[in-house]
């Protein structure tokens, strides 16, 4: 076999997700001629395909050494970048590649999805609209192209024109799943629906097509899940929950020993931490942060905050954990004395990175909400480092909670203990245990707000935030469901753009015969 046969042999493992091969096969022929700018470039497109983007990047570099010029290379290296939250860096190879190939479909695209991190969806619009006639001009499949611009119009609350083009996409391909879970959680299924009813019968069928690899069937059978809970046809919702979390449960590697032994090191580190010591040094700006649980109702409190006329809603930012992760962590445990050596810093490294970041997203408020529900970990970190902020812990039925988890995709690999039942129960009696201990460390610090306080008493419990953050009363919080500033890119959009309802509390009641083993541990 000669080095092309090679070369197409490993491309078509990259192609079905055989990455660990792709690495091996690459390693021999790195040994017969290392400085081949293509191979380094595949080598670190299999490690970018198995999530480890710092071993990616070296390959892209390398790979750039080579040949300066390789802009595949450049867009894979701009996308890791982008991974791990180097979004300037990003950028600016994304506009790099751009000035050498302006219809360059690939950064088009990233760049455009890039551009949606930072809330730029003016900017991102602008690169999807090029893209677009430029891949259906070169006769390339615009199908990602056309996914990204209409999650994007999705986000933005333009949810007529994103059906269109999801509708679009199932034209060319019916059995893009992707399409078919966005659409699944954007329509409420009803038999008075005849669209929706349609879009159900289609994706049954999609279902049952003997090509669909794994992905796919765990796509389609959230998306299923999701229709039949709608319908409360609770027998055959659960039935697709349970086949698509056994499925990627099956082929995910659980994080959840990474997560409960990180949770028990800050308790250690923080027990006897000084945390009323805070850094003097720090933005005037202010942070509102938003925890808890995932599915707990951070999106919906975020919303309603970032509707008020003086703060800029960000979102869900990797900011602070990448902070945290590269200052303080030593062979994944924190260690004590980076935090005191920080404290003595006089320009508090991590509140400058952090809103060194923030410089990307152009915002002119002075108080942002950053509503990464794991965030929780590290509030003794946010105590000390962003003493002016405000947090917000979203609190919600236990069950209702969890139940919400198994029926939910999240496509983060830090939520790769999500997939099972007992896993989901030990990652949450794990998480109430370090929250109780932050609510006897910092107890003035923490704001919690119930869910179902929230939903039966929404007047008074607003207002109660808005005081708690000192801010003034502003009637578009009333309205939350109404705000268009703030996109929505998380699993709870469609929810999130709608007034608050009561629907969700004790939903997991119906389907407490099929969750025994996740309930009877939080029990």
């Not at 790979?63 to 180097?86: E, H, Q, T």
């Not at 078919?180 to 038999?191: A, G, P, Q, R, T």
């Not at 006897?272 to 700006?285: C, G, M, Q, V, Y």
């Not at 896993?423 to 707000?449: A, E």
Request: with cysteine; net charge positive.
């Amino acid at each position: 076999m000669d080095l092309v046969e090679k070369i197409k042999v490993l491309q078509n493992y990259l192609h079905i997700g055989k990455f660990k091969k792709v690495i091996e096969g690459c390693n021999i022929l790195k040994k017969k001629i290392p400085e081949n700018s293509f191979i380094l470039n595949l080598t670190g497109m299999a490690y970018q395909g198995l999530g480890q983007h710092i071993n990616a990047i070296i390959f892209f570099r390398e790979s750039l050494r080579v040949d300066i010029n390789n802009i595949a290379a450049m867009n894979n290296l701009a996308n890791s970048l982008k991974a791990i939250g180097k979004l300037d860096e990003s950028r600016e190879i994304y506009e790099k590649i751009l000035k050498i190939d302006p219809s360059y479909i690939n950064a088009l695209n990233n760049f455009a999805n890039l551009k949606t991190l930072l809330y730029d969806y003016d900017g991102a619009i602008e690169l999807f609209n090029k893209a677009i006639p430029i891949a259906k001009q070169k006769k390339i499949n615009p199908i990602n192209i056309l996914f990204s611009f209409a999650t994007a119009l999705h986000s933005v609350n333009q949810r007529d024109e994103s059906i269109k083009i999801f509708n679009e996409i199932l034209k060319i391909d019916k059995n893009h799943t992707k399409t078919h879970k966005s659409l699944s959680s954007i329509y409420s299924y009803s038999k008075n629906n005849n669209q929706s009813i349609e879009h159900l019968e289609f994706m049954k069928n999609v279902s049952i097509n003997q090509d669909l690899n794994n992905d796919q069937k765990i796509e389609i059978f959230f998306a299923i899940g999701k229709a039949y809970d709608d319908l409360k046809d609770i027998d055959n919702a659960f039935h697709y929950f349970d086949k698509a979390n056994n499925l990627k449960h099956k082929l995910t590697n659980s994080n959840l020993l990474n997560e409960v032994n990180q949770m028990k090191n800050i308790k250690k580190v923080f027990k006897d931490l000084n945390t009323d010591i805070a850094h003097d040094s720090f933005s005037n700006k202010k942070i509102i942060f938003i925890c808890g649980m995932p599915r707990s109702g951070t999106t919906l409190v975020e919303q309603i905050i970032a509707s008020h006329k003086n703060v800029y809603g960000a979102g869900e930012l990797i900011y602070l954990t990448n902070i945290i992760t590269e200052d303080f962590f030593e062979n994944e445990k924190i260690k004590k004395n980076k935090i005191t050596g920080s404290l003595s810093n006089s320009i508090n490294p991590p509140n400058k990175k952090y809103f060194d970041n923030l410089v990307l997203h152009n915002f002119t408020e002075n108080v942002i909400t950053d509503k990464a529900p794991q965030n929780f970990k590290w509030l003794g970190f946010i105590k000390i480092f962003f003493p002016n902020s405000k947090i917000i812990h979203c609190i919600r039925n236990s069950k209702d909670n969890c139940l919400s988890i198994y029926k939910n995709f999240f496509p983060a690999s830090v939520m790769n203990w999500s997939y099972n039942q007992k896993d989901i129960s030990i990652y949450y009696k794990n998480y109430k245990d370090l929250m109780g201990f932050w609510q006897t460390k910092i107890p003035n610090f923490i704001y919690n707000i119930n869910y179902e306080k929230l939903v039966s008493d929404k007047k008074n419990e607003i207002s109660k935030l808005l005081n708690f953050c000192e801010l003034e009363m502003d009637v578009n919080c009333f309205n939350h469901h109404k705000n268009t500033k703030t996109p929505i890119k998380t699993v709870s959009i469609s929810q999130a753009r709608e007034e608050i309802y009561s629907s969700s509390v004790d939903s997991s009641k119906k389907y407490s015969k099929f969750l025994s083993e996740m309930f009877g541990n939080l029990d």
